[in-house]
């Protein structure tokens, strides 16, 4: 089956033209400034923005966290991906302490198998270290298992400073990479005793327990543990000056660091944990929301090329979940939903706005993430020869964000009545036709993505 693109603005991180784009089964066949092609379906997209489909590489979906389970499970979460204009999500498997990473692997292998609506693969945690976990590493990049995280927060997740230390040496030495979310732990601790003892329990107290100071001693410390071990190293979700001074400082060491930010962090502020009612639940996160100042360099380091991509960490709970935690704000299931509205956001308050390019959009949610997880080459840019994934985004009109309008599998949304510029019109996922005009057409066409080395 081909598929004539008429007409088109091709939207690439490394420019945009007029042209039309052929693509032949599940490949784009040919971009030129005119193409004939008589046997092929035609989109005319005059007026409309062609991107390559977004990549997410930052999901949680079917976890079993704080006593609960995401709300999301593989089925839901990549149908709202799809939707929103996201063609391959990288999800986290994870482990228990005492489970192999084989194991973990298995699993979630068993949670999307036959589930998924849009392409999808895997980071592994690492969340315990020893020879034998050692020793699974190259069967990991085997089975294309490229990258890797690692927590300095949650006593159940984190390794400590040596073992940090001597995984990302571990990788460096088989070229693959790890994402590290970066909090002081301690820090948090003493500060959450400090709270519950003032008798402070609310939402208000989650950001407090959670300072800018406390993120930033630990992307400095990361930095400091990644040149002792002389590897390129990702600071996952960063939302504030303090951190992005520290990552700046690195880089004038001459390190390797890669950067990602979130549409939270870029567009919500800590005063709604203050909300009436437990509202301020519903933002509940970590690292948390901050100032507008932060939200501000943010914005600036993504169009100066200093954050390489925006992700969502998307981990989302009902209001029912985000309720367990009243008279403990420390039980809050912590994360928000955000692989539906990702896209439309950063049109709307990056490119509409005049913050970033049309092109920086294409760079920061497909390119960048392509290269950076062994996904370049058949995901990320609209080229001869990569998958025909594909966003035909129409820049008219404008409507706002409602969750009972959306297909993510909760009852709330953090960006409730958002006015949102434009509207993804198509959505292609390796040369179907899966979303029109909102309406999901193809929900059962993702396929696992063994991904290759990272492009460093």
């Not at 046997?39 to 489909?53: E, I, N, Q, S, W």
């Not at 204009?85 to 489970?99: I, Q, R, S, Y």
């Not at 003493?190 to 959670?210: F, M, N, Q, T, V």
């Not at 008279?327 to 928000?336: M, R, V």
Request: aromatic share 8%; net charge negative; charged share 25%.
């Amino acid at each position: 089956m081909k598929t004539l693109f008429r007409n088109a603005t091709v939207v690439n991180a490394d420019g945009s033209r007029t042209a039309d784009v052929l693509i032949c089964s599940d490949k784009i066949k040919l971009i030129a400034d005119h193409i004939e092609s008589p046997d092929a379906r035609v989109v005319d997209c005059t007026g409309l923005l062609l991107f390559p489909g977004a990549i997410d590489a930052h999901t949680h979906f079917d976890l079993d966290v704080a006593n609960t389970t995401t709300a999301d499970d593989f089925r839901t979460g990549t149908r709202a991906a799809l939707r929103g204009g996201t063609t391959a999500v990288v999800d986290f498997a994870c482990p228990n302490k005492g489970e192999s990473l084989q194991h973990g692997l298995e699993l979630w292998h068993r949670k999307a198998e036959g589930r998924a609506a849009c392409d999808y693969g895997f980071h592994m945690t690492i969340d315990d270290w020893n020879p034998a976990i050692r020793a699974e590493l190259p069967s990991m990049i085997a089975q294309g298992v490229t990258s890797f995280k690692m927590y300095l927060t949650y006593p159940a997740m984190m390794i400590g400073d040596g073992p940090v230390y001597e995984a990302l040496r571990a990788l460096r030495e088989l070229g693959a990479i790890a994402g590290v979310h970066c909090e002081n732990a301690g820090v948090i601790d003493a500060l959450i005793a400090d709270r519950k003892a003032a008798g402070e329990l609310g939402p208000a107290s989650h950001p407090r327990c959670r300072p800018a100071l406390a993120e930033a001693e630990a992307v400095g410390r990361l930095l400091k543990l990644a040149a002792l071990a002389d590897t390129p190293v990702i600071t996952v979700h960063t939302t504030c000056v303090p951190a992005l001074a520290e990552i700046a400082a690195a880089r004038a060491r001459g390190q390797k660091v890669f950067v990602e930010t979130c549409p939270q962090y870029l567009l919500l502020e800590d005063r709604w944990y203050s909300l009436p009612d437990f509202e301020g639940a519903r933002y509940v996160c970590a690292p948390p929301l901050r100032k507008p100042a932060d939200q501000a360099a943010l914005w600036r380091g993504l169009a100066a090329g200093e954050i390489q991509t925006v992700n969502t960490d998307h981990c989302s709970f009902t209001l029912a979940q985000k309720d367990m935690g009243r008279g403990d704000f420390t039980k809050i299931p912590g994360g928000l939903p955000g692989v539906e509205t990702r896209f439309g956001l950063m049109y709307s308050y990056g490119v509409a706005a005049g913050r970033i390019t049309k092109e920086k959009l294409a760079e920061v949610l497909s390119a960048n993430n392509a290269k950076l997880y062994g996904l370049w080459g058949r995901k990320g840019a609209i080229r001869e020869g990569f998958d025909a994934d594909l966003v035909l985004y129409d820049p008219n009109g404008e409507h706002a964000i409602h969750a009972a309008e959306l297909v993510t599998n909760v009852d709330y949304n953090p960006y409730e009545g958002f006015p949102v510029n434009g509207s993804i019109r198509q959505v292609w996922l390796r040369g179907r036709l899966a979303v029109e005009n909102g309406e999901i057409l193809d929900d059962h066409s993702g396929e696992y993505l063994p991904r290759a080395l990272p492009l460093l």
